[in-house]
């Protein structure tokens, strides 16, 4: 399978925790995003990379989260001390930008479910 | 605030029903407007769009674009209870680095 793949599928967790999840890009994909998503809403940015510079945050983005992509390629996504709020669905994308002037194609992963309980 | 906005919101119809589902949006330095099907999982790619009145075509569907009126429309035809989805359009702007704006959806139930 040569998609966006991301891990866990699922997680539970009960609230304070710490969690971490993992999205590994379309191969040579330059670009990786975070989304969150909640019921009915359509997917809200979170940040995102260029190769392994973090270019944007978003102002949803509290000082509990933080996102690597330490060597270009696969990103993490850490939340730290979980509340309630956090349960969504939290989607990963990628696309392969290949120059500042071309509008590029953008995929996406199958997605990590938060449940914070 | 950039911004993008989706109608209906809902729509049921039944099989080889015509749908038409709009976007209409505002967004700093518009590079993209891309349209996406979702249904229980991630988000699966349909069109992008980047000039206005180039229509973009595949199978059943169709899109089109009008940057001097800011909306994107996303046509089926024939429906199929197989199309039934959450269908979402997302605009890349540009505002010192690059993001994409997504709508709400429009949920689509087409019924046998």
């Known amino acids: 399978d040569t998609g966006v793949s991301q891990n866990p599928r699922h997680k539970i967790t009960k609230r304070g925790q710490n969690v971490t999840f993992r999205c590994d890009p379309i191969?040579?994909?330059?670009?990786l995003y975070w989304y969150r998503q909640t019921l009915g809403q359509g997917p809200e940015f979170l940040t995102y990379?260029?190769?392994?510079?973090?270019?944007?945050k978003s102002r949803l983005l509290s000082d509990r989260f933080s996102a690597e992509r330490p060597k270009g390629s696969f990103s993490t996504l850490e939340i730290q001390r979980t509340e309630q709020g956090d349960s969504a669905m939290y989607l990963c994308?990628?696309?392969?930008?290949?120059?500042?002037?071309?509008?590029?194609?953008?995929?996406f992963g199958p997605g990590t479910r938060l449940t914070v309980t | 605030e950039d911004k993008v906005v989706q109608s209906p919101l809902s729509l049921v119809v039944h099989e080889g029903d015509t749908v038409t589902l709009n976007c209409s949006y505002e967004?700093?330095?518009?590079?993209?407007l891309l349209w996406y099907k979702q249904e229980k999982k991630a988000p699966t790619f349909l069109f992008m769009l980047?000039?206005?009145?180039i229509e973009k075509k595949s199978g059943r569907l169709s899109s089109i674009l009008d940057k001097k009126e800011l909306f994107s429309i996303l046509n089926i035809t024939a429906t199929q209870t197989g199309d039934s989805a959450v269908y979402l359009c997302?605009?890349?702007?540009?505002?010192?680095?690059?993001?994409?704006?997504f709508g709400t959806g429009t949920r689509l139930k087409v019924l046998a």
């Open positions: 997302a605009v890349e702007g540009v505002s010192g680095t690059y993001k994409y704006i």
């Open positions: 980047t000039s206005s009145g």
């Open positions: 990379f260029q190769n392994e510079a973090q270019l944007e």
């Open positions: 191969s040579e994909h330059n670009r």
């Open positions: 994308a990628s696309s392969l930008a290949t120059g500042w002037q071309a509008p590029y194609e953008q995929y």
């Open positions: 967004v700093t330095n518009f590079r993209s």
